[in-house]
């Protein structure tokens, strides 16, 4: 996979996967933050994701931590949306979130 890849190939690539990353990890929504929604990312950047899951499982966050690694070849960051609303971290990110 290249590194230099775009928010929208991103979120392309994502939106081409969402019934198999329902049906193998329980995501409902999907949402990239982070560096590289707002097109700052560097070499050294991690793709950030906000994950709306049917059920809060840890092996299928981890399991799709591991499955993002792998597609994109870069480090990948599950952030759960569940009880996130109320945050003040999900205030910052909250205008920058793009969802496949």
């Known amino acids: 996979m290249d590194k230099a890849l775009s928010k929208n190939e991103i979120i392309s690539l994502i939106t081409a996967e969402k019934a198999f990353l329902k049906e193998k990890f329980g995501v ?26 049917s059920e809060p499982r840890f092996d299928w ?26 945050s003040r971290f999900f205030e910052r990110i909250e205008q920058e979130i793009i969802y496949a």
């Not at 097109?39 to 709306?52: G, K, T, Y």
């Not at 799709?64 to 609303?85: A, C, D, T």
């Open 28 to 53: 409902l929504n999907i949402g990239l933050f982070g560096s590289y929604a707002k097109d700052q990312q560097n070499l050294d950047s991690d793709i950030d994701f906000l994950v709306e899951f």
């Open 61 to 86: 966050i981890v399991s799709l931590q591991i499955y993002m690694e792998k597609k994109f070849e870069k480090k990948i960051e599950i952030v759960r949306k569940r009880n996130l609303s109320k």
